[in-house]
């Protein structure tokens, strides 16, 4: 059965950094692109990051380029987006989303709130 669970979110004030993590079962994560994909209040989701299987080609949306990093730790099966430099516009419950074997799976969410 594959699940995808998120962790790490919280309240970090404008210039903070978080780390969300993403762990993974059913599927290895190696072998699968995964994605991050955000969804502010009031807002369509949008996809943030996306990290390949083979080779871990990374992609970024334009306004996290230089600030969020996506990696994986392939021992842990799971997934991180390192967020640097987080502005007040990056609040939004974060997911993530693998398609393993053709289907879509989303993990539960994780909130990230940048507040002063």
């Known amino acids: 059965q594959v699940q995808l669970v998120e962790s790490g979110g919280g309240l970090v004030q404008p210039g903070g950094s978080l780390r969300l993590s993403c762990a993974a079962s059913?599927?290895?994560?190696?072998?699968?692109?995964v994605r991050w994909y955000r969804q502010a209040p009031g807002k369509e989701r949008e996809l943030v990051a996306a990290?390949?299987?083979?080779?871990?080609?990374?992609t970024y949306a334009d306004s996290v380029k230089g600030r969020f990093t996506i990696s994986r730790d392939n021992a842990k099966n799971t997934v991180y987006l390192q967020m640097n430099n987080l502005k007040l516009e990056d609040t939004a419950v974060y997911y993530c989303?693998?398609?393993?074997?053709?289907?879509?799976?989303w993990g539960q969410g994780t909130q990230v709130t940048v507040s002063s």
């Open positions: 989303n693998a398609r393993p074997r053709g289907d879509d799976y």
């Open positions: 059913g599927f290895t994560v190696s072998s699968y692109a």
């Open positions: 990290i390949t299987s083979a080779g871990g080609r990374t």
